[in-house]
Every structure is written in C-alpha cells, then in structure tokens.
C-alpha cells in the first residue's frame, strides 16, 4: 500500500512540475510578443523584433536623411537607428507607399493612390489639388526637383519640391517601380527601376531612356551616395552589383525573398528588406552584399 502511495505522490509531483513549466513558458512566449509590439512610451507603435508592419507586398526600402523608411501593401514605418528599431504610421496606413523622396521642405511617400507629404518625416497627408497626381509606382529628387513616375501618365517632373508637376515624357515611366535614383550633382541624372525591362537611365532628365543592363523586371534600385559609380538593382528572379556605374554586373547574393534595398547615407551599410508574412525582415551588410546581418524581423536564409 505504501509503495502505491509513493508511485501516485510521485506522479502527481510530475504532473505539477509539468504544468508549471508550461506556465512559465506560456508567460515568457506572452512577455516576448508584447514586447515585440508594444514597449516604450507609445505601446503598439515601436516594433523591435517582429519587424515592420508592412501589410504584404513589400514595395520600398529608403534613406532619407537620418530617417529609414519601408512600406508595402497595407502600411509603412520608419527608423532612426538603421532599421533596428521602427516605429509605425498611422497616416500611411492603406497608402500601399512605393517610392520616396527628400526635397529641401518636405519629405514625398509615392502612393497607390496617391502622392503623400510630410513635413517632419512622420505624419503624412494626401496631396490634394493641382498636385494630386493619381497612382504613383516611382519616386526620387533631389533638392527641390522631383520626378515620379506613374501608370496612367507617365513620367512627371516637379521643380518646387512637389508642389506642382508637369509631365516629362508620357510613355516612360508607366512601368517604373520603386525610387527613382536622382544624382544630387546633376538632377538630369536618372536611374529607375523598369518592371518591363530592367534598370535604365536619363542624363537629360527623363527625356531619352536608355537601358543599362543587369537583371530584367527590376523592382528596386539604390546607389552609393557618396560614390554614385556602385549600385544595386534586384530584379524578380536575382539581383546584381556594379562598381563602375552599370557598365559591367556582377551577381549579388541577397536575403531570401529581398524585394528592396537601400544604402545608409554615409555609403558605408547596403540594407535590405524582404517580406515575412504581413512584416519586413531589414538586413544589414557592410561589405556590399557578401555576408548580411538581421537587423530586425524574423531569422531567413540567403538565396
């Protein structure tokens, strides 16, 4: 009777042990999803380990300034700390942002539909009026001139940091994705990410168009912005870099599913994004592409 006894004790001791394990387990998983969503000052908005909410269909990596931003289908956020931590915005919520660019007074978000504005980097609003220019798949500039690129009208071009826009060329830039890369020595100089083709450039502002080569249906685009001569560009199926200005490509190797990518303003980090369910995954890589970092989102292997 005794050793029965002993044998029942002994079981129920496991199964308190059991349950007691799984408690605690349960309120760390707990813990590490709130502070994965909420934490600071402003619960819900700051994202550290979950990454960004993008809300699928990841369209934009950028620098501007000091400020990261990334967007996609249903939202976009934006970093002070190199993608290592994003807060979210609200008023880019359902704006599906594909481009982005920095003018002198303001910062611009490309939009589906529409093309949205902030003046502090943060909180942004639908331009109305004579600016409203629909759809807009593409953007970039440089100090107060801005081109965009857009479906139904084609490449458009602002000189008063996009206040108001006249059309440059009615058929280029339909198919135009992304930033359109902008040298800030000379605003004739283009480079945009072509859907249709690959990457092309303009020296005359979006006038004439030529192809450059690399990966065909080009999603993204970014340079060095201190030496303009490298680039990246990822394409649908693979991505390439180039040291000299697009003349020669060599094969990159970018984290799985990377659909954007970005250089920090110093030139010194290539950064790159890709969607994990409804958020992004950023990358850091400081030797241009050849070993790569998670900066934030979850854990994906390289293509």
């Known amino acids: 009777m005794k050793t029965v006894c002993k044998k029942k004790e002994a079981r ?5 042990w059991i349950a007691a394990v799984a408690t605690v387990t349960v309120a760390i998983i707990a813990g590490s999803w709130i502070a994965t969503i909420g934490g600071g000052d402003a619960p819900g908005r ?4 979950a990454g960004p909410y993008v809300g699928g269909d990841l369209h934009v990596l950028t620098v501007q300034g000091e400020r ?18 994003w807060t979210d ?36 609003a639908k331009v109305t009026g ?19 690129g857009t479906p139904e009208r084609g490449l458009l071009v602002s000189k008063d940091g996009g206040t108001t826009w006249t059309t440059r060329n009615a058929e280029a830039g339909r198919m135009f994705m992304g930033v359109i890369l902008v040298d800030p020595a000379d605003p004739l100089k283009l480079i945009a990410p072509d859907m249709s083709t690959g990457l092309v450039t303009s020296k005359d502002g979006g006038i004439t168009w ?13 340079w060095d912005p201190i030496d303009t001569q490298q680039l990246v560009v990822v394409g649908m199926t693979d991505s390439a870099q180039s040291s000299d200005g697009g003349a020669t490509w060599t094969p990159l190797m970018m984290p799985k599913g990377a659909s954007a990518a970005t250089f920090s303003a110093d030139g010194k980090t290539l950064y790159a994004a890709a969607l994990s369910g409804m958020n992004a995954s950023v990358y850091a890589s400081t030797d241009l592409g050849r070993t790569w970092g998670r900066r934030s989102g979850p854990e994906a292997s390289e293509n």
């Open 89 to 124: 915005l609200p008023s880019l919520k359902g704006a599906d942002p594909m481009g982005a660019t920095a003018t002198d007074e303001a910062t611009l978000i490309a939009g589906h539909p529409g093309l949205f504005r902030s003046s502090d980097g943060t909180t942004f």
């Open 210 to 222: 030529t192809a450059m080569g690399g990966p065909g249906s080009a999603m993204a685009a970014a």
């Open 130 to 148: 004579e600016g409203d220019l629909g759809d807009v798949h593409a953007l970039g500039g440089a100090g107060d001139v801005a081109y965009a």
């Open 46 to 49: 700051t994202i550290v380990t």
């Open 12 to 16: 129920m001791r496991t199964r308190i």
């Open 68 to 85: 990261m931003y990334v967007g996609g289908h249903d939202g976009a956020a934006v970093s002070g700390d190199g993608g290592r931590t």
